[in-house]
C-alpha cells in the first residue's frame, strides 16, 4: 500500500473510500461540514444507534457526489478516556480489511479525531498496513484483494514515522511469506535463497562439512534423518563499528517430531518451526533499508527434522561445538539442539548481547495461549528493554523464571545435560538447557510457538503466519541505539 500525505480538506479528495475514525459517544462534531453537506445522515446513523463509535465498529455511507470521496467509513475508536495506540492499530486494521474485502483500492484517512487524543495517527496506519497482506502463492486465480494506496489528510510531518512503518510492516510481511510457504518449497536451501535476496548484508552458509568440522554434534544430529542438506546461514548487517547483537533465529523448516514422530493431527503447521529465522530475517531485511546504526548478526540453524534410516534417536548422546553432551530423550526437542550450537557459535563474535527466538514449546502455548512470548534470560536490564518494546509494539512478551532448581532437571545420567527435562515445567526448562549455552554473555530466550501462528483472524493479523517479533525486536535495537 503506498501511503501519500496530503494537506486537504476531507470533502475535497478524490478516493474511494474516507474514513473517519471516531470516538464513542461524542458523535460527528468534527465533520460538521461533511454532515452538512450529506444532509445530516452521518448524524441520523447516530442518532439511531447504528453506529456509535464502540471500538472497531464500522459503518459504510455512499455519498452520492454531494462530496468528492464516493463513500465514508465510520470507525469506533472506542471512549477517548481509554484509547491506545494498540486501538488505533486494531481500528486500522479493522479498517483495512473491511475495505480490501470489498476490493476498495483507493483509500484516504482523516486524522482529526485522532490527533484530538494526542496520539499518533501513524498507528492507525500501522494496522491498515499490517491487515492488508494476503497469502496468494498458490492460488490459480490470484486474488488481489490489497488496497493500493492511502492519502493521510494532515499537514504534520510524519515522515519518519511513516519511513519506520512501512519498513517494518514490509519486513514482517517478508517473516509471514516465509513462514506460511510449505516446507517443500520453505527448505533450509530456500531459506539461503531468502537471506542472499537482502541488500546490504554479508552472507556466510556453513555446510554440513564445515559444522562437522566445527563440532556442531547437537545441530547437524537434527537432519540426519532428511534428505534435505542442513544450511548454517549467517548473515551480516554492519550498520556501525561496535560489538554485534546476535540474533539466534530457530530454523526448522519442517518438525515432524523426528523418531518421537508428533501425532498426525495439526501436524502440517509445523512448517512454521522456522518462524523464528524468518523474523530474524525480516529484522536485518528493515534494518538494512532504514540503514539503521547497529551490528547485527543473525544465525538461522536451519534443518528439516525427520525420521529415517539415518536420523537420530532417543538415546543417543551427541556432543555440542561447546564440548558438553546430550542426551537425547526426545527427538522432538531439537530446536534446543539447533539454538544450543548456534549460541556457542555466536559467543565467536563477542557479542554485546544474544537474543535467540525460537518455536521452542508446546508449553509455551499452553501457558500463554496466542497472547504472550515467553521471555527468559540472564541479564535483568535487557530484559526490561525488551518488556519496554513489547509494550510498544504490542508483541507482548512475559518474564518466566530460571531458577537454579531446573538444573536438577535436565541432569543426566550418561551425559553432561539430557535434552528433555519432563512435563512439569517444559516451557522453563527449555529455556533453562539454552541459558547453559549463554555463558556470561548477555542473553535473552523468547519463545514465539504459542504467538508465531494464529487459527483465526485478528484485527491487523490474517489468520496463518503473524510475523512476530519482527516489530518487537526492531523496536528492541532501536531503544538499545538510543541508550
Ligand atoms: N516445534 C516444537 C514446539 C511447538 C509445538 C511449536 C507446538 C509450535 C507449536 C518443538 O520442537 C517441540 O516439539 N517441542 C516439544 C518438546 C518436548 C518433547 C519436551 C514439545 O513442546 O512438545
Ligand atoms: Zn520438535
Ligand atoms: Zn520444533
Redesign the pocket.
Known amino acids: 500500500m503506498k501511503i501519500i500525505i496530503q494537506n486537504k480538506k476531507e470533502t475535497d479528495i478524490a478516493c474511494d473510500v474516507l474514513i473517519l475514525p471516531l470516538l464513542e459517544g461524542e458523535g460527528i462534531t468534527l465533520y460538521k461540514d461533511i454532515n452538512r453537506s450529506l444532509n445530516n445522515m452521518p448524524d441520523d446513523i447516530m442518532s439511531s444507534g447504528e453506529f456509535n463509535g464502540k471500538h472497531n465498529e464500522v459503518c459504510l455511507i455512499h455519498t452520492g457526489g454531494k462530496i468528492k470521496p464516493d463513500r465514508l467509513l465510520l470507525i469506533g475508536l472506542g471512549k477517548r478516556s481509554e484509547i491506545t495506540l494498540e486501538k488505533l492499530r486494531q481500528a486500522g486494521g479493522k479498517a483495512s480489511s473491511y475495505l480490501s474485502g470489498l476490493k476498495i483500492k483507493e483509500i484516504a484517512l482523516s486524522v482529526k479525531t485522532i490527533a484530538s487524543s494526542q496520539l499518533t495517527p501513524v498507528a492507525f496506519v500501522e494496522g491498515a498496513l499490517l491487515a492488508n497482506y494476503n497469502f496468494n502463492r498458490y492460488k490459480k486465480e490470484e486474488n488481489h484483494k490489497e488496497i493500493k494506496k492511502i492519502t493521510i489528510l494532515t499537514n504534520e510531518k510524519l515522515d519518519k514515522q511513516i519511513k519506520w512503518t512501512e519498513a517494518t510492516v514490509s519486513a514482517a510481511h517478508f517473516a509471514r511469506n516465509l513462514v506460511n510457504t510449505p516446507s517443500n518449497d520453505m527448505t533450509p536451501s530456500a531459506l539461503v535463497k531468502a537471506a542472499r535476496s537482502l541488500k546490504n548484508v554479508y552472507v556466510k552458509v556453513i555446510e554440513k562439512n564445515e559444522a562437522e568440522r566445527l563440532g556442531m554434534g547437537a545441530y547437524l544430529s537434527v537432519a540426519k534423518g532428511s534428505n534435505e542438506p542442513p544450511k548454517f546461514i549467517v548473515i551480516t548487517y554492519k550498520g556501525k563499528n561496535a560489538a554485534p547483537v546476535v540474533l539466534v533465529g530457530k530454523a526448522?523448516t519442517f518438525?515432524s517430531?523426528g523418531i518421537?514422530i508428533?501425532p498426525s493431527d495439526g501436524m502440517e503447521?509445523?512448517k512454521?518451526?522456522m518462524a523464528g529465522g524468518a523474523a530474524v530475517l525480516g529484522v536485518i531485511k528493515a534494518a538494512s533499508e532504514m540503514e539503521m546504526p547497529v551490528h547485527i548478526i543473525g544465525i538461522l540453524p536451519a534443518a528439516e527434522n525427520l525420521p529415517g534410516g539415518k536420523a537420530f534417536k532417543p538415546g543417543d548422546v551427541v556432543k555440542t561445538m561447546s564440548g558438553k553432551t546430550i542426551e537425547i530423550i526426545?527427538t522432538?526437542?531439537?530446536?534446543r539442539l539447533a539454538v544450543a550450537d548456534a549460541m556457542e557459535y555466536a559467543k565467536r563474535f563477542k557479542p554485546s548481547a544474544i537474543i535467540d527466538i525460537a518455536?521452542?514449546?508446546?508449553?509455551c502455548?499452553i501457558a500463554f495461549g496466542n497472547e504472550a512470548i515467553a521471555m527468559m534470560g540472564n541479564d535483568e536490564a535487557l530484559m526490561k528493554t525488551m518488556m519496554d518494546a513489547s509494550l510498544e509494539t504490542y508483541e507482548r512478551v512475559w518474564q518466566m523464571p530460571l531458577f537454579d532448581e531446573y538444573k536438577e532437571y535436565l541432569k543426566s545420567d550418561i551425559a553432561d545435560l539430557k535434552n528433555?527435562g519432563g512435563r512439569p515445567g517444559?516451557l522453563i526448562t527449555?529455556g533453562y538447557f539454552l541459558k547453559e549455552f549463554a555463558g556470561d554473555t548477555p542473553w535473552i530466550h523468547l519463545d514465539i510457538?504459542g504467538t508465531?501462528w494464529t487459527d483465526k483472524d485478528k484485527p491487523y493479523i490474517p489468520k496463518g503466519a503473524t510475523g512476530i517479533g519482527v516489530r518487537l525486536l526492531l523496536s528492541f535495537l532501536r531503544t538499545v541505539l538510543l541508550s
Open positions: 526448522i518438525d517430531g518421537s508428533k503447521k509445523m512454521y518451526d526426545s522432538d526437542a531439537e530446536g518455536t521452542l514449546t508446546g508449553a502455548s528433555v517444559g527449555a510457538a508465531a
